[in-house]
């Protein structure tokens, strides 16, 4: 009698796991019940970021905190997903992609994709007027005139961060980010 | 007696000092120690809840970025904290973060339960505090710190507290018990030479000392008051000596004043007593002069009264009328002097012939008295009652007269009726009242002391017979035994006739 309880139980619980599983499938929020994806840990990251770094008054009016991403469609989506409904800073936050190197304006952080590796002069030569963080996962960006750039360390998604730069475009990163970083140029 | 009294009020003021110190002293660490250990709980609260928030606050980044190692570098400074027994940082999903442990190597963290429905709170595990705190980054909650701590802290700290107010309280008592000795003195020193003076004052009698005022209040009014009521007791007193020497010298005066007139008086007596000793000595040579008189006047008395008796036997019918007629006056003129003479010799023998007094039974008397006029009485068809009758110191012989001239004095005297004569007697003070009282004629009150001299008569020797000595010789009779005689009577309405007995020392 017992042992034909303790079946049951246990079986119940299995499917409440699975059931629980399946409904926190897509959830960022249960990242450990599924394991999230490099593409996604670079998306909340990146979404984070914006909480420890401090733009200048003048560029920091207008309504919505804006993202934007060139170089790199999937890490846009996934971008999107992550970011629903958040906000940095109080603003809400809004996606913006950029096909063209040229189009690239109005916007707090800019994530830089693969596509722009060859041309990465030409675009540090349109942001540096503007205060824009820039962000990627080239490797070098930061040795370069970028700002933060990821990488992948024993497993962990660190990141090294161009100080540099930063001060250069009027932005404070704040030290808990700094902290963090594996590099500081 | 000085001594303990100055200790005693000195004593008293610094245990007051010191009592009032110690109850405020108390009373304020008490509320201070309750405070404590009322809000101690919401101090560790508050405490762990600060750390928290810090931590939270430094590790929201490693844990956004997933930096474990940060994570455990925010909990590192814990170790400063020694009440601190486990701390932990949870990721959103409840799993553990990064840890911390006192001792490094009990793991005590587990994840507890609903986690992500915890708010901020804490709870008393038996001897910890465990304390949670959500961390939020921009209104998202993306984690949960924990904090274990113990509670020596707070037992250190309030033990600590307890030892502070244990040794500032010693310590202000000893300074209390210092400043009040030095201080009561303003009290006690007035009061002190207030109370030498007035012993110094009740020993010497000495008025003329004063104590001086040293401060300005009640016990200054005191010493103030004290001198004025000095003042008032010299002044009284130099007015008391004053009088006295006064009255000395009027008491010396009056004196001399007393002796003088006792000198005088003394004089007075002698000549008093030298003028009685002369009246005494006159009365007895009246007396005798008297009694030799009426003796010597007998014998040639007797002379004249016989002859005349012999002749009017011999001679009767042999001369004339007119001569029986002139001897009849002869021998009643000459019985009538015999008679007057006899009297007054009786009258005076009351005097010379006195019996010293005895004891006298005065009813056995009257009994005699009554034998003795027993003819009298049984012819007169009298009747003679009395009441009981004392013994007294009297002369008997006297007595027996009294009575007998105031009994047949009451029976000659009758009325129309038969005579009832009482006699009666009774004690008052120090001598005895007689009474013999009649219902005969009667006396009228214009002749109520003549009767009583000698030879004088009421009526004519035809109507009532008698020389009119009775009532004479029962006055002198009465007063020989120092006493008085009186009567009360109206003519028709009787006679009463008192006499009072002095009683001669002891009663009998």
């Not at chain 1, 926190?24 to 490099?38: D, I, L, T, V, W």
């Not at chain 1, 996962?137 to 540099?164: C, H, P, T």
């Not at chain 2, 924990?146 to 202000?172: N, Q």
Request: hydrophobic share 40%.
């Amino acid at each position: 009698m017992k042992c034909r309880l303790a079946i049951l139980f246990k079986s119940v619980l299995l499917i409440m796991c699975f059931v629980s599983a399946s409904l926190s499938y897509g959830n960022p929020a249960f990242a450990r019940e599924e394991q999230p994806s490099e593409t996604q840990v670079k998306a909340a990251f990146v979404y984070n970021f914006g909480k420890f770094v401090e733009w200048p008054p003048d560029r920091f009016v207008g309504k919505y905190f804006t993202i934007g991403i060139y170089g790199d469609d999937d890490f846009a989506q996934v971008l999107t997903e992550i970011v629903a409904g958040k906000s940095i800073h109080e603003k809400p936050i809004l996606i913006k992609r950029f096909s063209k190197m040229e189009d690239i304006a109005g916007c707090h952080i800019l994530f830089i994709g693969y596509s722009a590796k060859d041309h990465l002069p030409e675009l540090f030569n349109i942001v540096h007027k503007l205060s824009v963080l820039t962000v990627s996962d080239l490797q070098g960006f930061a040795d370069r005139s970028g700002m933060i750039n990821f990488k992948i360390v024993k497993n962990y998604m660190r990141f090294e961060i161009n100080l540099k730069a930063a001060q250069q475009a009027g932005l404070k990163i704040s030290s808990q980010l700094l902290k963090l970083a594996i590099a500081i140029k | 007696m000085a001594r303990s009294k100055y200790s005693s009020i000195k004593e008293k003021l610094i245990r007051i000092s010191m009592l009032v110190s110690a109850s405020v002293l108390l009373l304020a660490s008490m509320a201070f120690i309750i405070y404590e250990v009322l809000t101690f709980r919401d101090t560790m609260v508050r405490e762990l809840t600060i750390y928290a928030d810090i931590i939270g606050i430094n590790s929201a980044s490693a844990l956004v970025f997933n930096d474990p190692v940060s994570a455990e570098g925010t909990l590192k400074p814990l170790r400063e904290k020694r009440n601190i027994v486990s701390a932990g940082i949870y990721e959103r999903n409840g799993q553990i973060f990064a840890e911390y442990s006192k001792d490094n190597g009990i793991k005590a963290l587990r994840a507890p339960q609903n986690l992500q429905d915890r708010t901020d709170g804490h709870h008393f595990e038996g001897a910890n505090l465990v304390l949670f705190k959500r961390i939020i980054s921009e209104g998202e909650r993306i984690g949960m710190v924990y904090i274990k701590s113990d509670l020596s802290e707070m037992e250190i700290r309030l033990s600590r507290y307890a030892g502070i107010v244990v040794g500032v309280f010693i310590l202000s008592l000893l300074a209390a018990y210092v400043i009040s000795s030095k201080l009561q003195q303003m009290i006690s020193q007035p009061i002190l030479h207030l109370a030498t003076i007035a012993r110094s004052i009740s020993n010497e009698k000495n008025y003329a000392v004063r104590a001086t005022v040293e401060s300005q209040d009640e016990i200054g009014t005191l010493v103030e008051t004290f001198n004025e009521m000095l003042n008032q007791i010299q002044s009284r007193n130099t007015a008391l000596l004053k009088a006295r020497d006064e009255l000395e010298q009027k008491v010396e005066e009056r004196t001399r004043d007393l002796v003088q007139e006792n000198a005088q008086r003394k004089l007075a007596e002698e000549k008093l007593q030298q003028s009685m000793q002369g009246l005494k000595r006159v009365n007895t040579e009246l007396q005798q002069f008297a009694y030799v008189a009426s003796h010597d006047l007998q014998e040639p008395l007797r002379m004249v009264a016989s002859f005349s008796q012999l002749l009017e036997m011999r001679y009767k019918n042999r001369l004339d009328k007119d001569a029986d007629e002139f001897i009849e006056f002869i021998v009643g003129g000459a019985n009538r002097m015999q008679r007057l003479i006899n009297d007054l010799l009786s009258y005076s023998r009351v005097g010379t012939r006195g019996k010293p007094f005895q004891p006298t039974d005065f009813s056995s008397v009257l009994g005699q008295v009554l034998v003795n006029l027993g003819p009298l009485i049984e012819e007169k068809e009298a009747i003679v009652t009395n009441d009981d009758l004392p013994v007294l110191m009297a002369d008997e012989t006297q007595i027996l007269q009294l009575f007998q001239n105031l009994i047949g004095n009451a029976i000659k005297f009758r009325g129309t009726e038969r005579p009832v004569i009482h006699i009666t007697a009774r004690r008052e003070a120090s001598e005895w009242i007689f009474s013999v009282c009649d219902n005969g004629i009667g006396i009228s009150p214009e002749y109520h002391e003549r009767i009583f001299e000698i030879f004088q008569r009421l009526h004519t020797k035809e109507e009532y017979p008698g020389t009119g000595i009775g009532l004479a010789i029962c006055k002198k009779i009465v007063e020989r035994h120092s006493g008085r005689i009186w009567v009360e009577s109206e003519p028709g309405k009787g006679s009463k006739f008192f006499f009072t007995i002095s009683l001669q020392g002891d009663d009998l």
